[in-house]
């Protein structure tokens, strides 16, 4: 019976949903910070984020560390947009704005040194029951456009959303809503969808023959000899020699611009998710370090969840073991992208002949997307 259980176990960490099988509860009290420094990378963005103590900072990039700072708010009153000053508080490389009466997805306006406003947003969209549901916008392109807000977003599981988080992502018009989970995992946790949704569209994007081989280690009793590391560079090189069919709809599905807005995920939105957000962005033209970022914050917004099923697990696996399954690690996206190259020599061989995405359809995808 423990065989059998810890065999089921580590399928889950596999196919990222522990998360339903222990039943997680939000509410945890974990003496665990964050690692901030995934907010921000050399040369890219700020980010807005919510602290701890629920108020809103900007995590500046060391390029933009020292300067004068001018920061606004975008209102919208009486059918027209007004800028009102934000007073804010900076401390090395965070400006912690100074009120806690800003509204859910509050745009705002940083200017440094009086150069080009950036405008920035939340990209987390604070959510009951997921906890890496954001949004792609606000990117730039290696030609200085950038990624409008409120179009496509990337998730975790969506079969928990209570009925504040409904509400919140109907008032946000979604459209569509992409699952890349299995059938197991769907009938597990069924996606709870707001009533704005007029497509709700399956792709089951499978793994491999990873299960059998990780549950032939565990019947043998030498589960924690199981090199995650390599089974995961093995999945992101299987989501592109083998599920090109289902990434090849998603790209379909996000170059209609009916379609919007429009969230994909799969149960921990960071390995199927993590890469259907990769080739989105780099069809758009986001330079790659950028691309990076983005895989990397789900390490950052999945913080309290992965910590809460290491400390759970720990009675049946060793955390070394656990964690290569838990994080996204650069080695993996970089083994998809490494298998693009090598398979298709290049990526636009790859969006051509592989995705079905020519050069009309990238400038049209482009077209619905950047400003």
């Not at 990222?16 to 050399?42: A, E, M, T």
Request: glycine share 6%; charged share 30%; net charge positive.
């Amino acid at each position: 019976m423990h065989i059998s259980f810890v065999s089921k176990l580590i399928w889950y960490y596999l196919d990222n949903g522990l998360k339903s099988f222990l039943r997680l509860n939000k509410k945890h009290d974990f003496d665990i910070k964050p690692d901030y420094s995934l907010l921000v990378g050399d040369n890219v963005l700020p980010e807005l984020h919510q602290n701890e103590q629920n108020g809103l900072e900007i995590h500046l990039p060391e390029i933009l560390k020292t300067g004068d700072f001018s920061l606004k708010e975008l209102k919208y009153k009486q059918g027209k947009f007004s800028l009102e000053d934000v007073a804010s508080t900076k401390n090395e490389n965070i400006l912690q704005l100074n009120s806690d009466q800003f509204r859910d997805q509050s745009f705002f306006e940083l200017i440094v040194d009086r150069n080009k406003p950036i405008l920035l947003k939340q990209r987390l969209i604070q959510l009951d029951g997921t906890c890496n549901f954001r949004d792609l916008g606000g990117y730039f392109t290696r030609e200085g456009r950038k990624i409008k807000w409120g179009k496509v977003f990337r998730a975790d599981h969506l079969g928990k959303l209570s009925k504040a988080d409904l509400k919140k992502l109907s008032d946000l018009n979604f459209k569509t809503v992409i699952d890349l989970r299995s059938q197991t995992e769907m009938k597990s946790s069924p996606d709870r969808l707001p009533s704005s949704v007029k497509h709700h569209i399956h792709l089951n994007i499978a793994q491999g023959n990873h299960e059998k081989f990780i549950k032939k280690m565990v019947f043998s009793g030498r589960g924690d000899l199981l090199d995650g590391k390599e089974i995961l560079k093995d999945i992101y090189e299987y989501f592109v020699t083998e599920a090109s069919e289902q990434f090849t709809k998603i790209m379909e599905i996000l170059s209609d611009e009916k379609n919007l807005p429009l969230v994909f995920h799969c149960t921990a939105g960071k390995d199927r998710t993590g890469f259907a957000a990769a080739i989105f962005l780099k069809a758009l033209g986001v330079p790659e370090k950028t691309i990076f970022k983005d895989y990397l914050l789900s390490n950052f917004y999945r913080t309290y969840d992965n910590e809460y099923i290491l400390e759970k697990g720990g009675y049946f696996l060793k955390r070394n073991v656990m964690e290569p399954f838990l994080f996204v690690d650069k080695s993996y996206l970089e083994n998809s992208f490494l298998a693009i190259k090598e398979k298709y020599e290049g990526w636009e061989n790859y969006f051509e002949n592989e995705l079905k995405m020519g050069k009309d359809k990238m400038v049209a995808m482009r077209k619905i997307y950047l400003q």
